[in-house]
């Protein structure tokens, strides 16, 4: 870099030698000479002007080239942090997706097992129903056949006592019948008092 800058001022001093007018020969007049010592002077002075305003250029862009460098080095270290702490959010969303779905995928399995416990008791429930149901029913005709037995048997009874009932009165009135047949019957005293008198004969 800066030997292409030396370079280039030596470039620019043979620049301003040739632009400055060929010296003249002993014969000219001396007002002449002054004239090309002023123009002489002022070919040096716009070179020198140019090589500062060259060296001006060259420091600022050494300066922007640094400028750039650091800029440069600066964006790609917070690149690297900016991949790095993506990735490391990445990671940490990917866990917690994954803790998400995991726990989604628990719930929906303890959903299912209680949708199946549900099912499971509501079938039971129903069936249990069904049969308590039956069973009442079973009842209610058990009920009946014992209430119509009873009614049977209470009517067969009560006509069994009716007619015992009635045999027993037909009895104490046949009773009554022969007992006051046996009292009105005095044949059997005509007969005793007939072998009383025969024994009292002999």
Not at 43 to 68: I, P
Request: charged content about 30%; glycine content about 4%; proline content about 1%.
């Amino acid at each position: 870099m800066w030997s292409s800058q030396s370079d280039e001022d030596h470039d620019m001093m043979d620049d301003a030698a040739s632009q400055a007018p060929a010296q003249e020969d002993p014969g000219q007049q001396v007002g002449g000479d002054g004239e090309n010592l002023d123009e002489e002077m002022a070919a040096m002075k716009h070179v020198f002007q140019r090589m500062s305003e060259k060296k001006a250029r060259q420091k600022t862009q050494g300066m922007a080239d640094c400028v750039q460098v650091y800029t440069d080095a600066f964006q790609k270290d917070l690149d690297q942090l900016f991949a790095l702490a993506k990735k490391k959010r990445i990671a940490e969303a990917q866990g917690v997706n994954d803790t998400i779905q995991t726990t989604m995928s628990q719930i929906e399995e303890h959903k299912r097992d209680l949708m199946t416990v549900h099912e499971t008791y509501e079938a039971n429930f129903t069936a249990s129903i069904a049969r308590v149901e039956q069973e009442l029913e079973r009842l209610k005709e058990l009920r009946k056949t014992v209430v119509g037995a009873y009614d049977t048997g209470k009517q067969q009874v009560e006509a069994s006592f009716k007619d015992a009932f009635a045999n027993v009165d037909a009895m104490i009135a046949r009773l009554q019948a022969d007992s006051s047949a046996v009292l009105a019957d005095t044949s059997y005293l005509d007969a005793f008092q007939a072998e009383a008198a025969r024994f009292l004969i002999e």
